[in-house]
């Protein structure tokens, strides 16, 4: 396990509210031909997210583990993502996934419990640590959180772009490197919902998150220099927080993708998550996730 002491203070989330369109690489998400949907169901489905690192030696045999979760179809139990944090990027490999604003969400969560220290790799289910995340734990907390009825529902609708309706913000945020200047005239559409059940007096923000499968790197630094590392469900693209206003919040938004012919990503590769959490305290109440159409 490797450590870091919080030092920073809370992120303002809402700088990143408008990080698209963006690019995410060649024949990703665009290319998907069709529209489709998934909503969540009548009951609590768990977040689950890995803070990762390519430099972190402790950190492949987590991948793997995140990896094998069940997720990926509409009405899951589980939407798991991978984010990798840049604080191992001096160190000796610049992890190409990292973006600074994972370790600043990574940092709030551990505040939210009252932490000061954050590592990789670390697991939060729902906005909660789970330090062993081990099948017993780890599937104990699962089912508690299914056995809970939802306290809001999270619907996502994914369809294609006419050609020419949205544009390239070429160099976005955590877009992954070689990003051409061409643009793919396709774009896919992502809107989600989001609606609180109870309404009792609380803050709630709306988050989405496009995240990418199949990623494989040869590492040539740091502690993992010499071996290759793959990777599933990595966030690339973070949207939130989104205020829930009356109890409900939508988030719209054009996904372009830059023609890069290095790149042969399927739209089988791409995804994404969404979900509502208690501004107060970090809980995630609710999140559903949606595979790019097909």
């Known amino acids: 396990m490797h450590t870091r002491t919080r030092t920073t203070t809370i992120w303002r989330w809402a700088a990143w509210a408008i990080a698209l369109p963006l690019s995410l690489g060649a024949n990703g998400l665009a290319l998907a031909g069709v529209a489709c949907s998934a909503h969540s169901p009548a009951h609590r489905v768990a977040l689950v997210e890995l803070y990762s690192s390519e430099g972190c030696s402790s950190c492949p045999p987590a991948d793997r583990w995140l990896s094998q979760l069940h997720g990926g179809s509409p009405g899951a139990d589980i939407v798991p993502l991978e984010l990798h944090v840049d604080y191992w990027n001096r160190l000796g490999w610049t992890d190409r996934f990292s973006q600074h604003r994972f370790t600043e969400r990574q940092e709030n969560l551990a505040a939210f419990a009252g932490g000061h220290l954050i590592y990789t790799p670390e697991v939060f289910v729902a ?4 330090r062993d995340w081990g099948a017993s734990d780890f599937d104990g907390r699962l089912r508690e959180l299914a056995a809970q009825p939802a306290q809001a529902d999270v619907a996502i609708r994914l369809a294609p772009v006419t050609p020419g309706a949205a544009s390239q913000a070429g160099g ?10 061409a643009v793919n005239p396709q774009g896919l559409g992502v809107d989600a919902q989001f609606t609180a059940r109870s309404t009792a007096p609380r803050t709630l923000n709306a988050y989405v998150a496009v995240y990418e499968n199949q990623l494989s790197s040869q590492v040539d630094a740091g502690e993992n220099h010499g071996a290759t590392l793959h ?3 990595v966030v690339r693209a973070w949207l939130g927080p989104v205020p829930l206003v009356g109890g409900v919040a939508r988030i719209r938004r ?6 890069d012919a290095s790149d042969t990503a399927s739209p089988g590769r791409f995804g994404v998550a969404a979900f509502i959490e208690d501004a107060a305290t ?10 790019a159409c097909r």
């Open 127 to 130: 906005g909660r640590e789970l």
């Open 172 to 181: 976005a945020s955590g877009a992954g490197s070689g990003a051409a200047a």
């Open 231 to 233: 990777h599933d469900r």
């Open 254 to 259: 054009n996904v372009v993708v830059a023609a």
């Open 282 to 291: 970090g809980d995630v109440l609710q999140a559903a996730d949606l595979p």
